[in-house]
């Protein structure tokens, strides 16, 4: 991880996890890693884009292999054709750069090992170990008995050269899909279904995104994974929990076959967030489905959906610290993870004005020709990073809520008669208002109190509220778009969560009223807009003749913290 997103981070205490304790006990004296270097992978199958579930588990593979020292690769996990594509390789890729970690020269493809797993595979053959058998995928389910029945397959007994013969076959694409299988032979009637002859190759003749049609029989996760975990010399092969149960299959095929290197394998408990859905199917159905505009729609989990948002590498790095490494499946709100995003904008995003429902206020009795300027502090946490001069002038913008002809009990911003503080100007005093033939207010009027310059009436008076405001001179249109959860219930995975989106995922607003200078802003670059939220230059849209802003979190924490 590079130094300067190291420094970004907010700091936080990592507590040693489980993980950590198992690695301990291998590197210690006589241990089964006695001597040698941490070496972890991230093994992403290049089928879709990563998600926030995702970054916990970059998390824990390049962050537990930063703890020791030691070094973590990168492989995609492509033995299913199917589904696969480059597209997704280069996304991954960007998307674990932009978190901020690196596998260096490490990168590797499960393709790289075919050659090998098949040699693994007749290994297993000559040993009595594998069979080519014919069950079709429902015979196979038929058979698979029960707790008390164990499961069966008449090929079980089929002579080694009989199905060394067959499966040479089935690689030289003799066979249609489908038509035949290898099985492990292990144990038809183990507790652990996982056990029970699994399935260790199929046939698919669709062209591979790297191999193109030389390969037409491909091997299955839980034979192809050990055997790549082993090739790779990696000493620890950090997985999510659902593998635990295929842990002994894992270790079965790491005792049976000839191989460079014996691994351990560590499962971790996933994450999940509430008011989303992070199946790449179903992400996918909302794409595909045009549900979404995309894979990196800001309303998307996605890594790359949560970077056009406006999130932070530090934020996620920080929610995927603070939620720990645990052996127990949870599910975290998404409020704690706009915790994490707030904190990390509220240290280093510039303060700018910007009007979301813009109102024009009058201040009558300042020159119509005048225009003076004020030096405004971008951050106060960052004094390092100074003031930026904005104008200020006879016709100004504001908020429309920040005016009530009628106010409401403890209503105190501009209504007639009352007076507010400019931010960082003056104090003016409304005087009324003007209003079009449906009775909406157009213009608000008000007189300005030229003692007052930087908000602070010479005679000491206390004003209550402060609004913002732009200045309607050289003010920059820009579209603003407001996002809420995309689900309507906490658990849309609950039932048909295509029923559940929530209709008001996303408001666009437009016409709104910015600060002159933001119209160089860069894409992905954070704002705070005073009083309305954060906010980011939307990162495909926005251009300076159309200047988009999407907001990512607002100002308000909606996440309890626990006691």
């Given amino acids: 991880m590079s130094e300067e997103i190291k420094n970004e981070a907010v700091s936080e205490e990592i507590s040693s996890s489980f993980i950590d304790d198992f690695i301990i006990e291998d590197l210690a004296e006589g241990g089964r890693c006695e001597g040698m270097k941490v070496h972890t992978r991230f ?19 390049f ?28 996304a991954i890729k960007e998307d674990i750069h932009w978190l901020g970690y690196d596998w260096e020269d490490r990168f590797y493809y499960a393709s790289d090992y075919f050659e090998d797993m098949y040699n693994g595979a007749v290994e297993l053959i000559k040993k009595g170990l594998a069979y080519v058998c014919e069950l079709t995928p429902d015979q196979m389910r038929e058979m698979r008995g029960d707790l008390t029945t164990p499961a069966q397959s ?69 034979f192809a994974h050990p055997i790549e975990d082993a090739m790779e010399h990696i000493t620890h092969s950090l997985c999510s929990l659902e593998f635990e149960d295929h842990r002994p299959l894992y270790d079965w095929v790491i005792n049976n076959v000839t ?7 560590i499962e971790f408990a996933r994450l999940g967030i509430n008011n989303t859905v992070m199946s790449k199917r179903k992400l996918r159905a909302l794409v595909e489905g045009g549900y979404v505009s995309g894979w990196d729609d800001p309303r998307m989990p996605t890594i790359c959906g949560l970077r056009r948002r406006g999130y932070t590498p ?33 240290l280093t995003a510039k303060r700018v004005m910007g009007v979301l429902n813009p109102v024009k206020l009058i201040l ?26 904005v104008t200020f002038g006879r016709e100004l ?73 732009v200045d309607a001179k ?52 954070s704002f705070q807009f005073m009083r309305q939220g954060y906010f980011c230059v939307d990162n495909k849209d926005s251009a300076e003749d159309h200047l988009v802003f999407n907001r990512s979190v607002s100002l308000k924490d909606g996440f309890k913290k626990k006691k």
Avoid at 364 to 389: A, L, Q
Avoid at 429 to 443: A, I, L, P
């Fill in 43 to 61: 093994p992403p199958e290049p089928n879709g884009y990563l998600h926030i579930g995702h970054a916990k588990a970059i998390y824990v593979d």
């Fill in 63 to 90: 962050g537990t292999a930063e703890r020791f020292n030691g070094i973590c690769n990168l492989r995609m996990d492509d033995t299913n054709p199917t589904k696969e594509d480059v597209e997704y390789v280069d």
């Fill in 154 to 222: 008449p090929y079980r007994d089929r002579p080694m050269e009989e199905s060394l013969d067959l499966f040479a076959r089935m690689r030289a694409g003799e066979f249609e899909d489908g038509r035949m299988t290898l099985r492990a032979k292990i144990d038809l009637a183990s507790g652990n279904f996982n056990m029970r002859d699994p399935v260790i190759y199929r046939i698919n003749h669709m062209p591979h995104h790297r191999t193109g049609t030389k390969w037409c029989i491909y091997p299955m996760y839980d």
């Fill in 259 to 265: 191989l460079p290197a014996k691994p351990r394998q």
């Fill in 314 to 346: 530090a934020s996620i790095r920080n929610f995927s610290v603070r939620n720990g490494v645990s052996k127990v499946n949870s599910t975290v709100e998404y409020s704690f993870l706009e915790h994490c995003l707030r904190e990390d904008l509220n």
């Fill in 364 to 389: 009558t009795n300042y020159p119509e020709d005048r225009t003076e300027t004020f030096e405004v502090e971008n951050n106060p946490n960052r004094p390092e990073d100074g003031t930026r001069t």
């Fill in 397 to 469: 913008y504001i908020e429309a809520e920040d005016f009530m002809e009628t106010p409401v009990k403890g209503y105190f911003r501009l209504f007639p008669g009352n007076e507010v503080r400019l931010k960082t100007t003056y104090v003016v005093k409304c005087t009324g208002c003007k209003k079009d033939e449906n009775g909406n207010v157009v213009e608000v009027y008000a007189e300005y109190d030229p003692e007052s310059r930087g908000g602070n009436p010479a005679d000491g008076r206390k004003i209550k509220s402060t609004i913002h405001w």
């Fill in 474 to 525: 050289n003010a920059e249109d820009a579209e603003i778009r407001l996002y809420d959860n995309l689900f309507t219930v906490e658990d849309p995975d609950a039932g048909d969560f295509l029923e559940l989106l929530n209709p008001d995922s996303l408001k666009v607003l437009t016409g709104c009223k910015v600060e002159a200078g933001l119209k160089t802003a860069k894409p992905g670059e």
